[in-house]
């Protein structure tokens, strides 16, 4: 390997690119897994959960998906000894350790997530959180948090206040910020009148939550917005405009989710955009096909165009890279890694992009450069640096993988009903 190695950092270097000091810099970028990859989005609140409700789908009954939280905690550590570097975990409120009870959305605390807290120290893994705003009869009219019952509200308002209570809880514990993101599903099939009057109930909900105060070392609170969802294709309440403004005018996270805009329009092009009027941004990498259908990422030209545009805004720091697929036509385990891998392997090739020098040619007029560069970066050596990267950091190669996740399959998921 040393050879080809060598060879594969010569040709970088001659376009100006230090191999070393990109894996540097990718060593130090944690992504926040998603826990619900691990059993298609159903949550432990009872042993037959599944996801229900308007605004998010997903399919498959591949065997061997997670029944509780120490199956869950289990692919996790197989998931995340796949995965080169050191990754966040995202999880949801349906996640909680219930032991059995019924423990309803506005009764959850800390306490239901001391054994996700404690199990994430001992694994040195830092916890983001949501609330969960679906699979639930309150839910079922297709509004919460905008919904003109007040019954139903007040219930949804209750959820958030704790949800974000059970962040902090995590950010406390883990000594740095944990995230918050908050998404609702709200949104109608069919044509509604009053719009405007969703909008404003949502706002005023969102003021009423967000008025408790936690501690900004401990919390970090942002807004997903969404287009359309099936069930809700006429019209979503927290749309991009509405979720832009909350963010700007009360200085929260604005989340993008890929897969929550018109199928031709790519959130690459809105980073540079938000960032002009916010200081961090989540985001939700995921790979919609036609519709938000949540498939697991690889590496396609959404995922270079958006991490090229993290590496090149400068802002790979100051976003929190999240994760959001969930198929269950696949090994869950295998899906993870590999959409996991292949998000790492889009910033791998960003940071190895010769930006100095396409900038000049751009700067120049040099079009013509800018293009050949641009076009001669695609086949350069990149999966013998990638290949490297997860041996230097104690992990498998993609060709290792695929063999040891169908091991685990036959060793662990077989086993379960
Ligand atoms: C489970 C997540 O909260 C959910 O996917 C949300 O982030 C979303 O993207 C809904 O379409
Ligand atoms: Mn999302």
Redesign the pocket.
């Known amino acids: 390997m040393g050879n080809i190695y060598e060879y594969a950092k010569e040709q970088y270097a001659e376009v100006g690119v230090d191999v070393k000091d990109a894996l540097e810099k990718l060593r130090k970028i944690s992504l926040s897994v998603?826990c619900?990859q691990g059993d298609d989005?159903g949550g432990f609140e009872t042993p037959d959960s599944q996801?229900s409700g308007g605004?998010?789908q997903v399919t498959g009954n591949y065997p061997g998906k997670a029944g509780n939280p120490d199956e869950l905690k289990k692919d996790l550590e197989k998931m995340y000894s796949l995965l080169p570097g050191k990754h966040r975990l995202n999880l949801?409120a349906i996640y909680g350790d219930f032991k059995g009870k019924k423990v309803d959305r506005n009764e959850i605390g800390p306490e239901h997530f001391k054994t996700w807290s404690d199990w994430a120290g001992e694994q040195g893994i830092k916890l983001d959180f949501?609330g969960?705003f679906?699979s639930h009869p309150m839910a079922d009219s297709g509004f919460t948090l905008s919904s003109k019952d007040e019954k139903i509200r007040e219930f949804w308002i209750e959820h958030a206040k704790r949800s974000r209570e059970i962040t902090a809880f995590f950010g406390k514990e883990q000594g740095s910020p944990s995230v918050h993101?908050l998404?609702i599903?709200d949104g109608a099939k069919d044509q509604v009148v009053d719009r405007m009057g969703h909008r404003t109930i949502l706002k005023n909900s969102l003021d009423t939550i967000y008025d408790q105060k936690l501690d900004g070392r401990h919390i970090r609170d942002a807004v997903?917005c969404?287009l359309f969802?099936i069930g809700s294709e006429s019209y979503v309440v927290g749309s991009h405009e509405f979720y832009m403004g909350y963010a700007l005018s009360r200085e929260k996270l604005l989340?993008l989710?890929m897969?929550?805009f018109h199928p031709t329009e790519s959130i690459a092009d809105k980073i540079s955009a938000v960032y002009q009027y916010l200081d961090e941004i989540l985001l939700?990498v995921?790979r919609p096909v036609r519709w938000?259908s949540?498939h697991v990422v690889t590496l396609n030209d959404d995922i270079y165009a958006l991490m090229q545009e993290l590496v090149r805004s400068g802002k790979i720091n100051s976003t929190y890279i999240?994760l959001?697929f969930?198929d269950g036509t696949l090994n869950r385990i295998g899906a993870w890694a590999v959409g996991a891998r292949a998000s790492l392997k889009g910033i791998l090739f960003a940071l190895l992009e010769p930006y100095s020098q396409l900038k000049a040619y751009e700067e120049e007029g040099n079009n013509f450069g800018r293009l050949a560069l641009l076009e001669e970066m695609k086949s350069k050596p990149f999966g013998i640096i990638w290949d490297e990267y997860c041996r230097e950091m104690g992990t498998l190669t993609d060709r290792e993988m695929l063999s040891d996740v169908l091991s685990y399959e036959k060793a662990e998921l077989a086993e379960r009903k």
């Open positions: 998603h619900w989005v996801l605004g998010i949801h949501n969960t679906f993101n998404w599903p997903e969404k969802g989340c989710d897969g929550h939700h995921s938000d949540d999240g959001d969930f």
